[in-house]
């Protein structure tokens, strides 16, 4: 399976209208090689380079395997969203207050759908996946409060 974006290459840096100081919409996305047998996608966005620990800025469950893109600023019609940090149901966007930081986009196959509400928690989604993926991807952004190029700060 394989992740990628029309807005940035993997380990490269992310646009600024993805961050929340910008447009704070979340970026294309286009998913190839889905296996045959997958039931269900989940998609999870992360930063673990904070004072906090890991911070979850997004999580889609229960997203059709036959998707092959995620447009700009949009989630699934028959997905679910589950809760970032910040407890909402929303892509919150990058938001590093210091250096340079790391965003992961991990996208599951999984062999079933989780049963779970609109909502679940991040530890929810997965123990419901424990025992259920059947392949991943990974996509890396980079992204920081001031960018060489042009002193960007978000």
Request: charged share 20%; net charge negative.
């Amino acid at each position: 399976m394989k992740l990628t974006s029309p807005a940035f290459d993997h380990g490269q840096t992310m646009p600024p209208e993805y961050s929340s100081g910008s447009l704070n919409k979340n970026p294309p996305l286009i998913v190839e090689a889905v296996p045959g047998d997958a039931k269900k996608l989940v998609l999870v966005m992360d930063e673990n380079e904070t004072a906090r620990g890991i911070l979850t800025h997004w999580i889609i469950f229960n997203i059709e395997p036959k998707i092959r893109f995620l447009s700009e600023d949009c989630v699934p019609s028959s997905a679910q969203m589950g809760a970032n940090s910040w407890g909402e149901c929303c892509y919150e966007g990058l938001q590093p207050v210091s250096d340079e930081h790391q965003y992961f986009f991990r996208l599951y196959a999984l062999d079933c759908e989780l049963n779970l509400p609109q909502g679940a928690s991040r530890a929810a989604v997965e123990k419901a996946m424990k025992g259920h993926i059947i392949s991943e991807a990974v996509l890396m952004a980079r992204f920081s409060v001031f960018r060489q190029e042009g002193k960007f700060r978000p």
